[in-house]
């Protein structure tokens, strides 16, 4: 059993970037692939960034291609989303997911096995 722990959200203009970090406990990182989602209000949980469990493979939306970027430490058990030229359309909450490495990455959220408690994000026009 594998618990996340978002954090790193808060309240930034349009322009700006933020680092959320997501810490992991309970399990073996290494061997799950990580992702990011988000949920604005009144919307589905929209996939947002994927990295394989060994590091070498992503996936990222296109609407945040070029302007986020994930990245692991195995060593630390951390998955980050750095994330620059923020527009308010971003704006949401954030969630950290783990998905086994027996499965091939995907972006759908139906696949994805833990979930962190959300880090909010909100970006101001």
């Known amino acids: 059993q594998v618990q996340l722990a978002e954090s790193g959200g808060g309240l930034v203009q349009a322009g700006d970037s933020l680092r959320l970090s997501c810490a992991a406990s309970?399990?073996?990182?290494?061997?799950?692939?990580m992702a990011w989602f988000r949920q604005a209000p009144g919307e589905e949980r929209e996939f947002v960034a994927a990295?394989?469990?060994?590091?070498?493979?992503?996936q990222y939306a296109d609407s945040v291609k070029g302007r986020f970027s994930i990245s692991r430490d195995n060593a630390k058990n951390t998955v980050y989303l750095q994330m620059n030229s923020l527009k308010p359309e971003d704006t949401a909450v954030y969630y950290c997911?783990?998905?086994?490495?027996?499965?091939?990455?995907?972006?759908?959220?139906?696949?994805?096995?833990?979930w962190g408690q959300g880090t909010q994000v909100t970006v101001s026009s």
């Open positions: 990295m394989h469990w060994s590091g070498g493979a992503t």
């Open positions: 309970g399990g073996t990182f290494s061997i799950y692939h």
């Open positions: 997911s783990a998905r086994s490495a027996v499965y091939s990455m995907t972006r759908d959220y139906h696949g994805y096995d833990y």
